[in-house]
């Protein structure tokens, strides 16, 4: 890495005179100046969460249709052996391509973690799933390092995390209206910056990175439904690497490139609030106020509630799938706008279908990795179910607001009684009621099984659960492999 010459210092950044001011600069300077120290106790508690949670989604990822076209990918494109991935630690990538590996591997099941919104009129649940751009980042460049231990690279990832989910926050929800895919989009920020941070790039060279970056962002919501939905936050991490590594070598990019009229927030963002986040990188931290979402379904969080919600009702009423009439889904648009599919015939379909996602819950009981294959959401029994399930504009959930992801379910049974449930006040994985660290375990199993012993498994929890205290963070890669047996 020639990081010598090649990288102007702090010094020649201000010598040019160029405002300092501009949320480019802030998140520079934060993600430079940040230190493992600078991790409070319950941002290290969430954080290590945060990183099982990752692992086991990328893990499970790693088996999807998506992951065996991109390996098919990545083999014919060569380059040198620089890192392993999750899943098989027999193939070597260059870092960037490992990245986009672990990166699309970790959203292929939609079940990564959700950031939470803190602005008013923000859309709830409808930021990044945060963890896993810097994530995957972290892991192609710690192993193109040759490996780096615990603190330093939970340093990386909280501060690729901090500034993704920052700069997030201050982009106005038509970009995600509008129909760019957050996670893809400010997920190569917070990418680069972890990148960045394990390279030890200094303030100049960080802000190159994100310069870069900034013309690298997209990923657009037509794409829901599909293998490409993942790719989002695949490219997000190649990308944040491909941006940390050319600035590590010199490359040059505007410094400002977050801020101005043609910077990404004005560009990408069709209107941002900076105000809203100004001064306020690292106080507090976003992985601990206001939190971060562990999903316990493999879909799209604004399902969730709803799901819980039929679970809860069919429990209580000792009511089985073959008693359903009909089930009607009311809610706001945005629940509605994004769950497009009105039947689902694959898995990736089946994320963003109200009718799928409740069949499952009704038929099976639940919602795991088992049920999200194309085998289950083909079966007759649930194809059927989906055609009794409807969903229905409510104009009074809509006034309620988007600060909760909320609805009314309808079930009317074949012997004409009507049952009705709300939903939403206090979803399930959230910082509210959240998924305790046993049931964080629990989905991590649930990712691994069919794929790892037990064993293995085990130690991959043990190791995580003392992230800051490992050598080799890399250690885990061999751990995480069933490809390669």
């Known amino acids: 890495m020639a990081q010598g010459s090649a990288v102007r210092g702090d010094a020649a950044w201000r010598a040019r005179g160029e405002p300092s001011e501009g949320l480019t600069r802030e998140a520079v300077e934060f993600a430079t100046r940040f230190t493992f120290e600078g991790i409070t106790p319950e941002a290290l508690r969430i954080a290590r969460r945060c990183v099982l949670d990752g692992l086991g989604v ?27 991935v999750i899943g098989d630690a027999s193939t070597r990538l260059p870092a960037h391509l490992a990245a986009l590996w672990n990166g699309t591997a970790g959203h292929a099941m939609d079940w990564d973690d959700t950031q939470l919104s803190e602005g008013e009129g923000r859309l709830y649940g409808l930021l990044t799933h945060p963890t896993v751009p810097p994530l995957a980042a972290s892991l192609a460049v710690a192993e193109l390092l040759g490996g780096v231990g615990g603190r330093r690279f939970l340093t990386a ?10 700069l997030n926050e201050a982009v106005t929800p038509d970009h995600y209206v509008g129909g760019f895919h957050s996670s893809g989009t400010f997920g190569t920020f917070g990418a680069a910056t972890a990148a960045a941070k394990l390279l030890g790039l200094d303030e100049s060279g960080t802000a190159r990175a994100l310069g870069i970056a900034a013309s690298m962002a997209s990923g657009i919501r037509v794409n829901f439904g599909t293998m490409t939905k993942p790719l989002h936050v695949g490219r997000a991490a190649e990308n944040g690497v491909t941006a940390a590594l050319l600035a590590g070598e010199g490359f040059t990019a505007h410094e400002q490139a977050i801020d101005g009229p043609w910077g990404y927030l004005a560009v990408a ?6 105000e809203l986040v100004r001064g306020r990188f690292g106080a507090p931290l976003s992985i601990e106020s206001p939190g971060v979402s562990i999903k316990p379904y493999p879909c799209g969080v604004l399902t969730h509630p709803s799901m819980d919600a039929l679970a809860a009702l069919m429990r209580e009423e000792g009511l089985g799938a073959g008693e359903i009439e009909r089930l009607t889904l009311y809610a706001g648009n945005n629940i509605l706008g994004p769950i497009r599919y009105r039947v689902a015939t694959t898995e990736l379909e089946g994320k963003f279908s109200m009718a799928f996602l409740l069949s499952a819950i009704a038929i099976a009981g639940r919602a795991g990795k088992n049920e999200f294959t194309d085998d289950f959401v083909q079966r007759s029994d649930v194809q059927e179910m989906q055609r009794r399930v409807e969903t229905a504009y409510d104009a009074e ?8 992801i909320r609805s009314r379910l309808l079930l009317e049974t074949r012997d004409g009684r009507r049952f009705t449930r709300e939903a939403g006040e206090a979803y399930r994985g959230g910082p509210d009621n959240p998924l305790t660290d046993r049931q964080v375990e629990e989905k991590f199993e649930d990712c691994a099984s069919g794929l790892l012993d037990d064993d293995r498994v085990r130690e991959v929890e043990r190791r995580v659960w003392a992230l800051e205290q490992q050598s080799d963070v890399t250690q885990l890669l061999p751990l995480l492999s069933w490809r390669d047996r």
């Open 269 to 274: 963002g069709r209107g941002a609030e900076p």
């Open 58 to 84: 990328a893990l499970a990822g790693s088996e999807q249709p998506a992951i065996g076209v991109l390996s098919r990918y990545v083999q014919k494109v060569g380059g040198a052996q620089q890192a392993r």
């Open 157 to 166: 990832f909280v501060a690729g995390f901090e500034v993704e989910c920052k």
């Open 397 to 404: 959930i809509e006034a309620r607001g988007l600060d909760k």
